[in-house]
C-alpha cells in the first residue's frame, strides 16, 4: 500500500475507535458492538481473517446477507435510543452529513456500524492496524491485506468512510459557522424620508430679532434657563427682559410661536428651537431629567440667595428640535403652537407636527392612530400649504390655492365642520371646509373660533359664540352657542380688515388704515375700552345687570396707526407704526409687561430700559407670559419680518396673520 493510504487508514482507525467508545457509552446495552474495541481482539480477528480466504464466494454473500439484518436490528434499537437517527445503517456517511445539532453522537453511531460489519467479515486491517513484530520481515507485513477478497475490500472501503466521516462530522460545527452567518439578513439601509423635498413656494422672514420675555416663567416659558442671570429670577419677570440664550449674533431667531405653556422659534438657519412645557410631547425632544425635589419652605426662605429655580433646565432653556427627523433638504419658514403641539411649514409647503391635542375629555391624540407624538412627524396629506394658524387644540392651514384645511379637537365647531361624538377621532384628519376657493389669503385662531380673510376684505368666522368671540351676531350670551360653519361677518365688512387674532373669548383686529377694533368678553378689560364709553345697544348684560359681552366691533380710540394685534388668554398687545407696543387686559402674571398684577384697563404703552427706543416688530402671547420681537442690532433685511405671502410671521398660542 502506498504510504499515504496507509497514513489514512491508520488515521482512520483510530477515529474510529475513538467514536467506538463514545457509542458504548451512549448505547451501553450493545455489548457485542463494544468488544471490537478492545485491542486484544485485533490479533486473533487478523488470524479469523486469513482461514476466510478459502471460503467461496457464496459463504461470504450468505454471511453478508446476515449481517446486514443484525445491523438493521442495530438500527432499530438506536431509533428506539435517539429519534433524530432516521436513516438506515446503509448510509451512515449522509447521516453524519445531515444532522447539524448531535453531529458527535451520529458519527459515533455510524461509525460503530461500520465496525461492526468489519469485525463480522473477518477483516480487522480496516479497523486496526496489525502490529507488527520484530521478526517479521517487511514482505511478510502486507500479506494479510493482499489476501483480501473483493467483497472484503468493499467493506474495508465502507468503513474508511465511515472514518473519513467520523473527522468530517468532527469538524463540521466550525465548518458551518461562515453558511449560518450568511443566511443572516443583512441590516437594511434606513428607509428614504417620505417628505421629498419640492420646489419652493414659502420664503422665511429673513429679520433676526432680539427676542424680550415677561410674565409668569415658572415652567420655562420664558427660555431664561434654570438659573438666575445676572443675579435676576428667571421666573415671575415683571417687564421686558432681553432674553441672552437667545442672541441675535449667535442664534439669529426670525419668527415666535407662543403656545399655552411652550414657545417655538425659528432661526435664521432653519433650527427650530423649542423651551417651556414638555408634558405631552409639544417640544418635540427629550428632556428628561433627574433633578432633585426642592424643599418648599427651605426654597421660601432663601428665594432671594438661591441661584437654582428648580426649573428643569432641559425644558427652560431653548434648545434645537434634532434635524434627524426632518427631510435632509428641509428649509423651514413657519412655526406655530397650540396648547399642546407645535407645527412647522416648509419652503415647499409641507407640514411636520409633534404633541397632542385635548378635548374636554384629556388627550384627544394626535392623529386618529397616534395618542402622543413626542417627536416630528412628517404630514403627508398637506401639501403646498402657504401658512399655518393654532388654536387652543386646533389647526388651521391654507394652501396656494386658497383651500382652507382644519384638525384638532371639534367641540366648539372651531374646525368648520359637524364633528359626530361616536366618530370624533375623525376630527384629527385634516379635512377642507365650506369656503370658496381662490378667495381666502389670510387665517387666524382664536381659542375655540376661527377666522378667514378674503382677498376682497371679507371676514368669515366660525366656532364658540358664547361671548360673540366669532363678530357674528347669532347666540351671543347663551351656554355652548356656537358658529357651524364659516359665516360672514357683517359687522366687519368693508373695513378691509388687515390682520385679526383671537383670544380665549374675545378678539381684536387692525385695518389697512390703522384702526384698532376690538370685540367680545369684556369683563375682564379684555376690549380695551370702558364700558361707559361702549354702545349701549352692543353690550349684553349677565342675569345679575354686570356688562359682560360686547357684541359688535368697535374701534379702540387711544391706538392710532395699528399695524399688528395679538391676543393672549385674556389679554392684548398691539404694535403702532413706529414700533412701540401698547398692552392691556388680564395682567396677574406679569403678562402685560407693565410691572402690575393689576388689570389694565386701556391700552398702555409698554416702556422700560429694555424695549425703549427699539422697534418693536413682533409679539406674542401665551396663557400667562408674552414676548417681544425687536429690530436686532445686526444688518437689516425687509423691517417687518414678513411671510412670503404678505403676513408678519408671528405664529404663536393665538397665532394672527
Known sequence: MPPKAAATKKA??????????TAASVAATKKTAAKPVAKPAAKPAAKKAAATNGATAASKKRKLAEEEE?????????????????????????????AKKDNTKKTAAATKKADAKTTKAKAAPANKRRKVSDDETEDEKPKGKKAKTADTADVDSQATESAKATESASEEPEAQKPVKATKKTAPKPPAAHPHKVGAKINSAPTQILDIYVFGEGSSGELGLGAKKLDGKKVVDVKRPRLNPKLSAKDVGVVQIACGGMHVAALTKDSKILTWGVNDQGALGRDTSWEGGLRDADAEEENDDDDED????????TPTAVDAEHFAKDAKFTHVVASDSATFALTEDGRVYGWGTFRSSDGILGFTDKIHIQKTPLYLPT???????AAGSNHILALDNKGVVTAWGCGQQNQLGRRIIERSKLSSLIPQSMGLPKNKVDRIACGSYHSF?????????????NNFAETGVDVGAGEDDAVIFRPTIVESLTNLKIKQIAGGEHHSLACTHDGKLLTWGRLDG?????????????????????????????????????????AAGVDSNIVLDNKGVAHSWGFSANFQTGQGTTDDIETPTTIDNSAVRDKKIVFAGAGGQYSILGGVADVPKTNGFAFTSNGQPATGGFRPTF
Open 70 to 98: 443484525e445491523e438493521q436490528e442495530e438500527d432499530e434499537e438506536m431509533a428506539e435510543e435517539s429519534a433524530e437517527e432516521t436513516k438506515t445503517a446503509k448510509k451512515p456517511v449522509k447521516k453524519a452529513a445531515v
Open 525 to 565: 378689560h379684555q376690549v380695551g375700552i370702558p364700558v361707559e364709553e361702549l354702545d349701549a345697544d352692543s353690550v349684553i348684560k349677565d342675569e345679575s345687570g354686570k356688562p359682560r359681552i360686547l357684541s359688535k366691533p368697535t374701534v379702540v380710540e387711544d391706538v392710532h396707526n395699528c399695524v399688528f394685534v
Open 452 to 464: 378667514a380673510l378674503g382677498k376682497d376684505g371679507e371676514v368669515w368666522a366660525w366656532g364658540l
Open 382 to 388: 398637506l401639501k403646498n400649504i402657504t401658512t399655518l
Open 12 to 21: 482512520a482507525a483510530t477515529k474510529a475507535s475513538a467514536t467506538k467508545k
Open 309 to 316: 429655580s428648580g426649573l428643569n433646565p432641559r425644558e427652560s
